[in-house]
């Protein structure tokens, strides 16, 4: 049930697909909790993507941009600010995108044309969004930026492929950059390292199906949803966390703090038991 968390408070949601996104999730609970937004995609995802339905779902209008172009992104904030009557108090950077992963190139034999890409568009993005929100003044003092992460950005993996460097690359930046806007305008900036998720981006890393299982036996509450992922990003955005900034805050049920669990175990001394009586 909503409470109004973000009453009269103003935003823009990156990277909404359909309605497996977090971000999609993300912008019905901003909505559903009294906030106003405005959605954004690259051009190519709008075409590929379900987003005009969220965004009459929602009221909100769609302004297309490119995550690595500098043109774009100030040609987001300055016609988000005009369609919302002034600045804003939070933005949600849900950008991930691997050309490697999708050409399913193993990291030792990458192609680095491709990382380049990978490391612009999943990582650097968020530093554009954050410098062109500072130098257009878009974000209101107190704001808070979040950007989607993962676990893998501090341990390995493999599936995972140069999107784990890049994931690291975007939480220094969430960093670095949220020390400088902090001082400067009291902005926060935030990463979520959230569960393996069903979404069209995660289900694209390879073996994802068995591993979404695995996480869901290792972690004490099991795998977080993309809805619950999103009411904790709703907090993050509202005036209940204006203190928290420059941190990777982990929504993973537990899966980043847990050694081994009582079900892996039983499933390897299973396995062990069955390979003795062959």
């Known amino acids: ?14 990277g909404a697909l359909d309605e497996r996104s977090i971000a999609w999730k993300a912008a019905e609970i901003a909505v559903a909790e009294g906030a106003e937004i405005v959605l954004t995609n690259a051009p190519i995802a709008l075409r590929m993507g379900k987003i005009a339905e969220l965004a009459k ?4 209008i769609v302004i297309p941009a ?17 369609a919302l ?5 939070f933005i949600l950077h849900s950008i991930g995108m691997s050309p490697n992963v999708r ?45 989607l992460s993962y676990i893998a950005a501090q341990r390995t993996f493999p599936g995972y492929n140069d999107m784990a460097d890049a994931k690291a690359l975007m939480e220094s930046i969430a960093r670095s950059f949220g020390y400088q806007y902090g001082f400067a305008k009291k902005v926060r900036v935030n990463t979520v390292s959230q569960s393996p998720t069903v979404t069209t981006a995660g289900s694209g890393v ?32 509202s005036d209940y966390t204006r203190m ?19 079900l892996i175990v039983e499933d390897i001394q299973k396995q062990v038991t069955e390979a003795a009586q062959q």
């Open 1 to 14: 049930m909503a409470n109004q968390l973000l009453k009269g408070k103003k935003g823009i949601i990156f």
């Open 57 to 60: 779902q929602c009221n909100a």
């Open 66 to 82: 490119d995550a690595t172009s500098m043109t774009d992104l100030e040609n987001l904030m300055e016609k988000s600010m005009e």
């Open 85 to 89: 009557g002034g600045k804003m108090d």
């Open 103 to 147: 050409k399913n190139i193993p990291y030792t034999d990458t192609n680095y044309e491709n990382f380049h890409k990978t490391l612009d568009i999943s990582a650097l993005s968020l530093h554009r969004v954050l410098q062109t929100a500072m130098k257009t003044d878009a974000l209101n003092e107190w704001a808070s930026v979040v950007a």
């Open 206 to 237: 390879a073996g994802f199906d068995v591993f979404l299982h695995y996480a869901e036996k290792m972690s004490p509450l099991g795998n977080a949803s993309a809805e619950d992922c999103a009411k904790f990003c709703a907090m993050l955005f």
């Open 244 to 262: 928290v900034t420059m941190q990777n805050l982990f929504h993973d049920g537990g899966f980043s703090n847990t050694g081994v669990s009582h």
